[in-house]
Structures are given as C-alpha cells and as structure tokens.
C-alpha cells in the first residue's frame, strides 16, 4: 500500500471534546499503525465563531493526549489563493458558473419551493447566462451526475444517493472564500490524504465532495464513517451527560493514557481485552473493527478506567502527573523518594489525581488538622495511655510490621480495648483522616520522627481538652 496520510480538520470554533478527540484518535492510531502520517489542519473559514484561543486549547489538548502530528497545523485562512486557484480551473474548463442571485432572491425562491412541498434546491437561474466573476457572484458547481453518485465507505460499504437531490451548489462565496465542502476537497487533494475518518455525521457531505473530486478529475481518498458518540440515554453527546472538554478531564485528574484507552474503546474493540496501552493499541488497531452501532459514553466507566491507569502506572510518572495538584505544598522539602513512597500508599485507592492529592496531603503538611467527626469519636482519654505506650515503643524498636501489630493486639488486652479505637486513634494522630491507607504503610514512609512527633501532638491535644 502507498504511504497513509491522514488527517485531523477540527473547526476552532469550540473546545476539544470527546467526540472530536476519538475522530483524532482514530486518524492518529490509522496513521500510526500503517507508519503513515497525520495531517493537521484548522478549518477556520468561518471567520465570526473561529477564535485563537481555541486553536490554542485544540493543540494544548491534543499534546496532553499525545496526538501528535507530521504536519501542520495548517489554517485554512491562510490557503485562500490555493482555493481561487482551483476555482479559477474548474470555472475556465466549464464545470463551475458564476450566479449573481441575491440572498433575497434565493430566500424567496427557497419559501416558494418549500410551499409548494419541493426539497429547496437552486433553480439553475445562472447556468446558461455565461457570467464571469464579479461584485457579489458566487461560483457554483455545475452538477451534470446522472443516476446515483456512489462511493465505498471503508465501514459500510457501497453508500449511494441519488444524483437529482445535488443542486448546483455554491463553492465559492461572493466574498472571495471557499465553502466547506470546497476547502476540505482542495486541502484533502493537496495534503495528499488518502484516508478520511470522520464522523458519520459527514455521510451526507460526501457525495457533494466527490463531485468536486470528479470536477477536477482526481481520484477521492478512502471514506470511513464513524458512528458518533452518544450519551448514556442514546442522544448526541452533549454537556448534558457532563461531556466536558479534554482539558477539563485533565484538569480533573484524568490520566492522558485513561482518555486515550477510553476513547479508543468507544467504538473500537478487540475481543475483550479492557485495558490498551497506547503501544498496543497502535499495533492492534484497524478501522474495520470500528463498531457500527453508535458508541455510548458512559462516565463511571471513564473512571473506572482511570483507576486502573493510576493503580498501573508507576509512582515517579505520578509524581510527574501530580505535581499541578500539589502547587499548595512545599513540594522540594521532601526528597523524591519519600514522595514516591508516599504515593505508592494511595495510587490503589484514587480513582483521579485530584483524589490522590487529597489522599495523600498528610504527608505534605507540618501539622495535621482532625477531621471534626473522627476527633470527637476516638480522641477520648482511654487512649491515652494507648498512645503513650505506642510511642515508647516506637522510641526503643525496630519497626517491623508483624511484631508490631502484634504489640498493637497485645496493647488493646491489656487495656481493655477494641484494636480499632487504638488504630482509629493512630490513624487520626498521622493523617488527621478516619480513612487512610494501612497505618503500618504509613508509618513507613512517614518515618519515625514525623510519627512521634504526631502522636505527641494528639496526646497534647487530647489531655488539652479533657
Ligand atoms: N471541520 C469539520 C468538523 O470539525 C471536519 C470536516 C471533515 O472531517 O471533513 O466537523
């Protein structure tokens, strides 16, 4: 097979979403997979709702997911003359006339048809009248298909439409600029693509395209069409259903590696494996094993997939991860180590980063704070005697985990209490939480010195208030 180009055109009119970044992922892994390239390209003709700042959180976006492209990113803005260019010959050759209908024209037409229950389609008014260009004419297409304009979807197969439901469509603006399905027929015939993946949503915007294919007399790329994402309830992706952008689910703490497994899985599959690393992925995907029926996002398994990432990955690529949840502490007083031991205590239990960061802010602090509920509850003076012994114990030992929880059992019969007030009591002392990670855990990476200065504060601070 000849090289495979493909391409990414997001229009920068809104933020990347789930939608978008799938369609981006399957080009990405397409690409990948054949040792092709991906092409990137700003659709941004329509100039009012086309910002910078959201061309600026596309590739921000597409970065953090590690989509990263060969070539591009190209602005459609700045490829005007090219389009003109292709304008001028498919004009000049015949295949394309100026119209200078007004808006108020076509409008009127357009009710008129509608009343009398016609599909509204341009009447042919300027066909034969041989206009050049000029003040406020567009160029249109001259459609002369017969019959059915047909192309082969890489998914579903042979897709046809009748050729009478084309009318002569404009793909020239008075204005000097390209419609849609224009810009995109030059920029895929120029970029050399040989792939589109894109959203079935651009079924119906085909066969116009490869009208303009024939027009110029060049060969279309292959077409796959892929089922749009929907929301649990089986409507269009929405905010709805908390679809949010990519950068909200970074910020969220989403794992890029969570996102891109996820995403993959909307749609895609191979038998039941869950869970891809990006590696994989590449050498296993094919767009013939994109799902036709239209996948289904479903947030709690996003999330679940993310606390599998974070449980698989390892703590120093966290600690990297980490770091934008953790600006509030003071993170270079602490050595690598110890914040890699610390969050090897709580990447089981996290289920985001923002999670961990909390999980985890005990090791972070000087002091703890006690949680309201949990102080009132197990800092009672029974255990004060408990925690006396335990930092004697801690004073004089080694710390060994059997023999200490042994000492800990030991403890609770000769005092008469229940092991879990003592361990309550502890885990309140160290975190200043009622959850925790198992206190032998952390007691080790704490160290002894934080661990008895801990306790010497809960013991301060239970006879302060008894
Ligand atoms: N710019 C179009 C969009 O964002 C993509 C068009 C295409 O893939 O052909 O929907």
């Known amino acids: 097979m000849a090289e495979v180009i493909t391409r990414f055109p997001p229009s920068p009119t809104g933020h990347l979403h789930l939608g978008g970044a799938r369609t981006a992922l399957f080009n990405w892994l397409y690409a990948r997979h054949h040792g092709g390239r991906l092409v990137l390209r700003f659709e941004d003709t329509d100039r009012e709702r086309s910002k910078k700042e959201y061309v600026e959180s596309i590739l921000e976006a597409l970065k953090w997911l590690g989509l990263d492209w060969d070539e591009g990113p190209y602005f459609q803005t700045e490829r005007l003359e090219l389009y003109q260019k292709y304008a001028r010959k498919l004009f000049e050759e015949g295949k394309a006339y100026y119209c200078e209908c007004t808006k108020e024209e076509l409008e009127t037409k357009r009710k008129q048809m509608l009343e009398k229950g016609l599909k509204p389609r341009y009447d042919g008014t300027c066909r034969e009248k041989g206009l050049g260009p000029g003040e406020g004419r567009a160029l249109r297409l001259r459609v002369e298909a017969v019959g059915e304009v047909v192309f082969e979807d890489l998914l579903r197969g042979k897709i046809s439409f009748p050729a009478e439901e084309i009318d002569d469509f404009i793909i020239m603006r008075s204005d000097g600029t390209p419609t849609y399905h224009f810009a995109v027929v030059i920029d895929d015939f120029t970029m050399g693509v040989t792939h589109v993946i894109r959203g079935d949503d651009h079924i119906s915007n085909t066969p116009k395209q490869i009208l303009i294919y024939q027009a110029l007399g060049i060969e279309p790329p292959r077409f796959a069409h892929i089922p749009m994402v929907l929301g649990r309830d089986g409507a269009r992706l ?123 802010d005990f090791y972070l602090v000087e002091e703890v704070e006690y949680d309201e509920k949990g102080e009132k509850k197990f800092f009672v003076k029974e255990v004060l005697p408990a925690l006396e012994k335990i930092k004697a114990y801690l004073e004089e030992k080694e710390l060994e985990e059997k023999e200490f929880e042994a000492f800990l059992r030991g403890l609770a019969e000769e005092m008469g209490l229940k092991l879990k007030l003592i361990a309550q009591a502890m885990r309140l002392a160290l975190t200043g939480k009622t959850v925790s990670p198992g206190l032998f855990e952390i007691i080790k990476v704490l160290g002894k010195e934080r661990v008895i200065k801990r306790i010497q504060k809960a013991i301060n601070f239970i006879k302060a208030r008894n």
């Open 238 to 360: 929405s905010k709805r259903h908390g679809a949010r952008s990519i950068l909200e689910y970074r910020d969220e703490g989403y794992l890029p590696e969570a996102l891109v497994n996820y995403l993959a899985k909307l749609g895609w599959g191979y038998g039941d494996q869950e869970y891809f690393t990006v590696e994989e992925l590449i050498k296993l995907f094919d767009i013939k094993d994109v799902n036709l029926s239209p996948a289904r996002f479903d947030p709690d398994k996003l999330l679940a997939v993310n606390a599998y990432w974070i449980r698989n990955s390892d703590a120093s690529y966290l600690l990297s991860q980490l770091k934008p949840f953790l600006k509030e502490y003071e993170l270079d007083k602490f050595s690598e180590d110890y914040l890699k031991a610390a969050i090897e205590t709580v990447k089981t239990r996290a289920k985001t980063l923002v999670e961990m960061a909390k999980m985890m």
